[in-house]
Every structure is written in C-alpha cells, then in structure tokens.
C-alpha cells in the first residue's frame, strides 16, 4: 500500500536559513516594528531605466513567446562579447551559452547534469547554501572546504587537496564570495587549475560579483587560464550588477561538451527564460554602463562605512570586504553563539542579519551582514548593534 508524504530526497533538504530570518523580520514588521534590513543580498537600487524600457519595448512588440531553450541569439551574443572583454572567457553563443531563469538555475541545472549518485562535490564552506542542497538533490556527496578568516579567506591547499578523491567529480568555486565578501587570488586559482588537471575534475565558478570589487582587487576568472575552458563551468547572471534580482535573467557558460547537457535540465525544468526580460538583460549588457559604476561606487562607500563602524565596537572584528556586498563579521567576542546573536540582535534591536552557520560549519561564531541597503539604514544599524552589544556586558 502507498504511504502518501514527501519524498525521501526532499525531507532531508533544510529550508533556506537566509529566507527564515526574512520571514521572522517580516513577522515584526507585521507587528508594527522599524526593522533594519541587513539580511538579504538584494541591492536596493531601482533596475536602470533603459533596461526596463527595452523590456517594456519587448512587450509592446509582441515578444511574450517562447524563445528557443537556449535564449534569444542577441543576448546570448552580448554574454559572450562581455566575458572575452570582462572576463578573458571565449565562449560561443552557439551551443556553449545557456540563458537561465536566474544564476540560481545555473547551479542547479550544471549539478544536475554533471553529479551522479556517489559522486563528490567540494563546496566553500562558509558558502551559500544552494551549492550543497543542489548536490544532495543529486544523490551526490557535498564535501565542504573551510575558508578561514584568519586566512583572508583564501582556500588552504593542502587542505584542499587533501579533500580530493577519485570520486571528486566537482569543485565550485564563487569569488568574489558570498557571504565572506573574499576573493580569490589568482595564485590560488592557478593551483587549482593544476589540481583540476591531475585529478580530472571539473570547476563551476559563480561570478555573479564580479563586477563588484573594491581597493583595486582584479577579479580573475579559472576559465581564462590555460587549458581550463574546456573543464569550467561559469555561472553569471544580472541580479546583483544591475539590480534586476526579480527579473530572474541569469546564464551558463560552459564547453559544448557538457552545455547541450546543462540545456537539456533546462529545458524539463523551466524551458526558457521570460522572454521580454532576455531583452531587459540585453539592454543591461549593451547599454550605457556608468549605472554599474555608480552602484559600486555606492557599494564601496557602504563598504567603508559599515567596516569601519563594526570594528570600533569592543567585542566585534570585521574582516575588510574585498568583493560582492556582504561583511562576515566575527561576533565571538560578545560572549554569544552566531545563531543566539542574530536572534537577539532582530527581537531586541531590530536588525536582521544571517547567523554564519547557515553557510556552513565555518561560519560557527560569525554573521553575514550585507550592505545593499542605504547608507542611511547601516548608519542606524550600527548605532543599534553598539547598543545592542553594549547590554551584553562582558565582550572581550
């Protein structure tokens, strides 16, 4: 007889952590609460103009149909023209570029095509959280490799290679990194490569940052060095460089010999990106780009503000963000577990932030604090948490 109830899969999968402190600071304000949003990496700018006109464009042309799996050619054309000129990537937009619904689909759709059952797959740990959830749905192994504040976030490789196996099949790498706000260096990378190459695995980088890098850091991408395209995986999209988060336009580069694969999820599983928003991200990436440059800008001076604002409260140590809008901020000093501070710090104070050990056992005495909201809000909540920590009593 047939048991009715949720698979086995899924009843494994924890809810996005991320998403429960939204919904908790959204049950606040429901009681008539001022919260500081500090939770959600959202940028809070409005998407550009001239990319919703081209997308308003579309839809009065009569461009609301399907457009092939793979996306409409023109945009597929711009990604590839953006990651030779951006990135240093070669990548045709026939039949090596997939537009998805979202970089989040990206993820899963190139797991999906690549994991088989008992197959490992290194994820950053603190990381986010879609990496090893995607891995488990899989029937895969996610095995997480620590990065370590007192590191600068770098990846530790003898440790890393020490992780590695014959069944080590994937290794994602996401830099400019949520939620450290680190970024890899390209001598990291470089090693990686060469592992990449004696060990036969392949490499999915997330890049959805890359436009997003502070003091002069140069983001470098794996698949721009020697003899790496041909086993890299990108994922990209237009959510964080050009706020167009509920858009959900994102991409997949990848070599022919594994894209058509990845197009293949892709099509059981969403068909095709909206089409009217294909051509808002064309807009985004053929258009005027100084709306990318005035939000970094704006980003950096966030940035500063909240880096310094953090460390000159007794008891909190804040790394320097080097990329992407997120600080990782050691709380260990307030005398709390992470999960106890963000608590405490949304019912008490009114600031949501993400307990660290949502990305991962690393993340154990940190929390993500992202700096997409105003200068105006991070002024607030730092006044907030320095209150707020200043009732603990006892930091050291």
Not at 11 to 34: C, T
Not at 51 to 66: N, P, R, T
Not at 354 to 365: I, K, S, Y
Request: negative net charge; aromatic residues 8%.
């Amino acid at each position: 007889m047939n048991t009715l109830g949720v698979s086995k899969r899924m009843a494994g999968i924890p809810p996005s952590g991320i998403r429960r402190v939204f919904e908790q600071a959204r049950a606040l304000e429901a009681e008539g609460r001022r919260i500081v949003h500090l939770e959600i990496g959202r940028p809070d700018f409005d998407t550009p103009a001239h990319i919703k006109e081209a997308a308003m464009a579309a839809l009065q042309e009569g461009k609301v149909h399907y457009t092939s799996n793979w996306g409409i050619l023109p945009l597929r054309e711009a990604v590839s023209k953006s990651l030779e000129k951006e990135l240093g990537a070669t990548y045709d937009p026939e039949g090596e570029i997939i537009i998805t619904a979202g970089a989040a689909e990206g993820v899963f759709n190139t797991i999906m095509a690549l994991v088989d059952p008992g197959d490992e797959v290194l994820v950053p740990d603190p990381g986010w959280v879609n990496y090893p959830v995607a891995t488990s749905m899989a029937h895969g192994r996610p095995i997480p490799y620590a990065l370590k504040a007192e590191m600068d976030f770098q990846i530790d490789l003898e440790e890393f290679q020490s992780l590695l196996s014959p069944k080590t099949k994937l290794v994602v790498l996401v830099t400019p990194h949520n939620p450290t706000g680190g970024m890899l260096a390209k001598d990291i990378l470089e090693a990686i490569s060469v592992l990449a190459k004696e060990y036969g695995f392949y490499i999915m980088t997330d890049e959805i940052y890359h436009k997003m890098t502070y003091d002069g850091h140069q983001h470098v991408s794996i698949a721009s060095l020697p003899g790496m395209k041909e086993r890299t995986i990108i994922i990209n999209g237009f959510s964080k460089a050009y706020a167009m988060t509920g858009w959900r336009v994102g991409y997949v580069a990848a070599p022919k010999s594994l894209a058509a694969t990845i197009n293949k999820v892709h099509q059981h599983n969403t068909t095709c990106a909206a089409s009217f928003a294909q051509y808002g991200a064309l807009a985004a990436l053929t258009g005027p780009q100084d709306c990318v440059a005035n939000m970094v800008r704006e980003f950096d001076r966030r940035r500063l503000l909240l880096w310094e604002g953090l460390n000159a409260i007794p008891g909190l140590r804040c790394p320097r963000p080097r990329g992407a809008f997120y600080a990782f901020v050691d709380v260990r000093g307030c005398g709390l577990a992470a999960e106890q501070f963000a608590s405490r710090l949304l019912a008490e104070a009114g600031v949501a932030v993400v307990p660290g050990d949502v990305f991962g056992q690393a993340g154990a005495g940190f929390v993500r604090i992202s700096y997409a909201s105003s200068y105006e809000e991070i002024e607030e909540a730092l006044e907030r948490i320095k209150l707020f920590v200043q009732s603990l009593g006892g930091t050291t």
